[in-house]
């Protein structure tokens, strides 16, 4: 399974941006995809998940801001972030689990920076 996240950029305060993630290789019917961040000297931080069945679950700092939609027939999961604010300023990453019988299997994307400055 390969990960190919993409859309980051430098943006205003304010603004909006999309990030995307593309999916090849085999993602199980049991699955969960997220996106992930890491700040500049901080660890890196669940930003929201969305399970095989639809469900999601945001950060508290994201909630009302951003949201997590998926294409399945495309493979691709996106993070649309709206009201952006610097301190989302980071490196994102995107991150697939397949769950199987035998456990729970993690695939990493490559990150794509986001700058939220003016």
């Known amino acids: 399974v390969q990960l190919q996240a993409s859309g980051g950029g430098l943006v205003q305060p304010g603004g909006s941006l999309r990030l995307s993630c593309a999916v090849s290789?085999?993602?199980?019917?049991?699955?969960?995809m997220g996106w992930y961040r890491q700040a500049p000297g901080k660890q890196r931080e669940l930003v929201a998940i969305i399970q095989s069945g639809g469900s999601t679950n945001y950060a508290e700092s994201v909630k009302g801001r951003f949201t997590i939609p998926r294409d399945n027939a495309k493979n691709t999961m996106y993070l649309q972030m709206n009201s952006l604010r610097p301190e989302d300023t980071a490196v994102y990453y995107c991150r697939v689990s397949n769950f199987a019988s035998t456990g729970r299997y993690d695939y990493w994307g490559q990150g794509t920076l986001v700058t939220v400055s003016s």
């Open positions: 290789g085999s993602i199980f019917s049991i699955n969960v």
